[in-house]
Structures are given as C-alpha cells and as structure tokens.
C-alpha cells in the first residue's frame, strides 16, 4: 500500500512539474491523513535501515531476525502464515489454500518434485526482499540443538521462549503466538510454531519448530494452518 501510494504521489509530481502547476496532496501517517495544499514540489528522505539493525548474530550458519514477520518488536506476535503463501487471511484451511485447486495439490508436490518454497512464495523475502528468507528445517534444527531455551514472561504478558547461543551469549525470544486454524485464532500464549521454507516427502505437510512451555522440537504440519516465521539472514 505504501510503495502504491509513493508511486501515485511521484507521478503526480512529474506531472506538477510538466506543467507548472501546483496541487493538492494526501499524505497517510499511520492511518491519519493530512491534507497539504499548493504544493509544487516534494523531496522524499528515505532512512535504510541496515539488516544488521534487524538480526541478532546466534554464532550459527544464519542470522536470526529479532521479531517475528508482521512483527517490529520482539513482544509482537506479527503475523500467520500458511505455508508457500506470502500474504495474511481471515480462513486457514484447504479450501482456502493458494496451492490446492479441486482437492488436489498444485505445487510443491510430488509430481514437480520441489521441496523447498520458491523465493516468490517466501513470505520472508516477499515482505522483507533480497536477502530474507524463512529458515531450512536444517536452520531450525540447528537452534534447537545449539542453543538453551528458557521459557518465561515478559514484563507485559507476552510468553514464549528466550533462546540464548551456546556459543556467543546472543539470544533472541520466540513469543508463543499460537495458530490459526480454520478461522480460529487460538493457543496464544500456550504455543508457538514457526515454519521452515521446505516440506518432507509428505507433500501435504511442510516443516516447522513446535514448542509449549515444557518441549519444544522440530516436526511437521498440514500446510494450510496459519504459523508464524522468524525470518533468516545470510
């Protein structure tokens, strides 16, 4: 929406300066518009932020992103997910799955052979770009095994995991943000479960990383439920 407006409001610029006109703009600020009139010129700032900013080095094979995707702070639950699709929903089941047409899978199945997403069904890059992507079932294994999960509470409520590096020290918090199931939204707070970018041979499943406050391991699940990712970095 707001690459949608920035383009709107740059043609409209263009076409202030073709003719030497001045005009009225909207501009949206959180969900507040302010209105400016008679302008004939716009500069737009814009302040990259550096991926280094948004992960947290684990000593691993990959970074790991501090909040979850949808997500700015580490607190937020962000957003679900079903597996291979790049965009929220209000139903998660497979009527409603993009890869399932006429009770039958349409990609990543046994026929085309592919086991991992494509970068265009990545939700990670789709949302972040170029260097983001979900985890490999490998990556979260590997931080299972290389690193202590505590389950505990935050200051406002939130639970879930703090996993600190056997290696460096460096932690990052995996809030229990439940599922969706359906059009339920349920288990916050009791559950957590992050996707991997890849499925086992069973094509109607897909990895992820399941936990409750007393386990917490890699496994599968049914494609079509809404799970949260924690994106990776090179």
């Known amino acids: 929406m707001k690459k949608t407006l920035t383009l709107v409001v740059m043609t409209l610029v263009l076409l202030a300066a073709n003719a030497q006109q001045k005009h009225t703009v909207d501009v949206w600020v959180d969900g507040h518009k302010t209105t400016i009139e008679n302008v004939d010129s716009i500069t737009f700032l814009y302040n990259a932020v550096e991926p280094t900013d948004q992960y947290v080095d684990l000593g691993l094979s990959v970074k790991w992103a501090k909040c979850n995707l949808g997500a700015s702070k580490e607190d937020e639950y962000g957003n679900h997910y079903a597996w291979g699709e790049t965009a929220v929903k209000e139903t998660y089941n497979w009527t409603t799955y993009k890869f399932m047409t006429n009770s039958a899978l349409t990609k990543y199945t046994e026929t085309d052979g592919k086991t991992t997403l494509d970068a265009a069904d990545d939700a990670a890059t789709a949302v972040l770009g170029s260097g983001w992507r979900m985890p490999t079932d490998a990556e979260l294994k590997e931080l299972v095994d290389n690193c202590t999960w505590t389950w505990g509470t935050l200051d406002n409520g939130v639970k879930g995991y703090k996993v600190t590096s056997n290696k460096n ?66």
Do not use: C, M, Q
């Open 169 to 234: 020290g460096n932690s990052i918090f995996l809030p229990a943000a439940g599922d969706y199931d359906g059009s339920s939204y349920e288990d916050v707070g009791v559950y957590g479960g992050y996707w991997a970018n890849n499925r086992p041979s069973s094509e109607k499943e897909a990895y992820y990383i399941f936990f409750g406050a007393r386990s917490h391991s890699k496994s599968t699940d049914y494609r079509y439920a809404g799970w949260s990712i924690r994106p990776v970095h090179p």
